[in-house]
């Protein structure tokens, strides 16, 4: 048997604003972290993310490259981005043209265990717990389900 090629979690390149929080074990690098940010444990942020100020991204959740937050957002535990539609049929490894980016506006709340698939959301928008968000989102409201759907105005 061999011996495993370890490979450590941490913080590296990472632009952060004043007053930002990180309870570790995380995973960040080559991202931006507004200021009067929090980052919960077991979160991984890819490079090229921008995270907004007095946002809270809680546990567990996972932020891939191209994604930017805007201000005063809530990403629940377990929120999963995609920018890798499988276009191809197979995952895009080495083909980064391939991959899409994801732009969620300010005042955004995105429920526990969401899919985020490469979308824009705009203002002031609540994704329920558990949904899966396939299409751009343009109108202020909340949505739920798989496919996530307009429940009501707000």
Known sequence: MADPILISSGIVDV?????????????????????????????????????????????????????????DCFIGHGVMFVNDLFSTGAPAEGKRELWKATTIGNHVSIGSNTSVLPVSICDHVVIGAGSVVTKNITKPGIYAGNPAKLIRTI
């Open 15 to 71: 632009v952060f604003g004043e007053n930002v929080k990180v309870v570790t074990p995380v995973n960040l690098y080559g991202c931006t972290v507004g200021s009067n940010t929090f980052i919960g444990p077991f979160v991984e942020i890819q490079k090229d993310v921008t995270i907004g100020e007095h946002c809270k991204i809680q546990s567990h959740s996972f932020i891939c490259e191209l994604v930017t937050i805007g201000n």
